[in-house]
């Protein structure tokens, strides 16, 4: 539900970061030790992995189908990051734009929700994913460089609307993070790697990886079965209640 979100009122909360001296290496904190979730990736969906690594040399063509969707998905965000990497940090990474994302977010959520009940929950397989389909769901990534949009939420509904199940969605959102998160967490070691390092250390980032590495393998093995049985429509709620608590705190001074 939108990790970065969470980490940058967490900070606020807490008091790290306040600093323009130490506001870049806490941001790059925030995205880094996401790495956690991309090891909690590799973990569980190996076999996929190894898939699309066979379709790379040829051995596989389901394999290879899959890492181009996969590559293609990728291609929008990263342009765009890379492009307004600073007006980004500089103007969405704040409590404002992230309680907006949420209040907005748990809308568009129950919304879709309602029309994916009334529909059904059919589906292709993911085997099916084409270009023009991986390129959607790559536009609609672009939304989660926003903090407080929830990337895999964002992916698994644009994978749904150009018509893949419920679960083949789930599993191409976590690889196609997989790539995301690869990437952006590079990008800002490069950039930023000192300043992190030495604003906080070693063992600080090392245990927000551990952390993050575990929460994020019991959160999407909770999640595939979740949505199997109930659907996303307490995943709006939990955005619309977190948007008005995160605005009460701001209104009471605590943010």
């Known amino acids: 539900m939108s990790s970065t979100g969470h980490l940058l009122v967490t900070q606020r909360l807490i008091g790290v970061g306040d600093h323009a001296a130490t506001k870049d290496a806490a941001d790059t904190y925030t995205i880094t030790i996401q790495a956690g979730a991309i090891l909690a990736v590799v ?19 389901d394999g290879r189908r899959l890492l181009g969707a996969t590559v293609t998905a990728f291609v929008p965000a990263a342009i765009v990051g890379v492009l307004f990497e600073r007006v980004i940090k500089d103007r ?31 589906g292709s397989p993911l085997e099916h994913l084409g270009f023009r389909g991986a390129l959607v769901i790559g536009a609609a990534q672009c939304f989660a460089l926003w903090p407080g949009t929830s990337r895999s939420l964002v992916t698994i509904l644009a994978a749904i609307v150009v018509g893949l199940s419920l679960e083949a969605a789930v599993e191409f959102s976590f690889l196609l993070g997989l790539l995301t998160l690869t990437a952006a967490t590079a990008f800002d070691i490069l950039k930023h790697g000192g300043e992190l390092f030495s604003t906080f250390g070693v063992v600080d980032p090392l245990i927000g990886f551990v952390v993050a590495f575990v929460s994020a393998a019991l959160a999407m ?27 009460v705190l701001v209104a009471t001074g605590v943010i």
Request: hydrophobic share 55%; glycine share 14%; no cysteine.
């Open 92 to 122: 969405l990474f704040g409590v404002g734009p992230v309680i907006a994302a949420w209040a907005v977010g748990g809308i568009v959520i129950l919304v879709f929700a309602r029309a994916m009940h009334e529909r059904g929950r059919t």
């Open 43 to 61: 973990v569980l969906y190996w076999n996929r992995l190894v898939t699309m690594a066979q379709g790379l040399v040829g051995r596989e063509p």
């Open 221 to 247: 093995r909770w999640l595939v079965g979740y949505l199997h049985r109930h659907g996303l429509a307490i995943f709006g709620w939990y955005r619309i209640g977190v948007a008005v608590l995160a605005l």
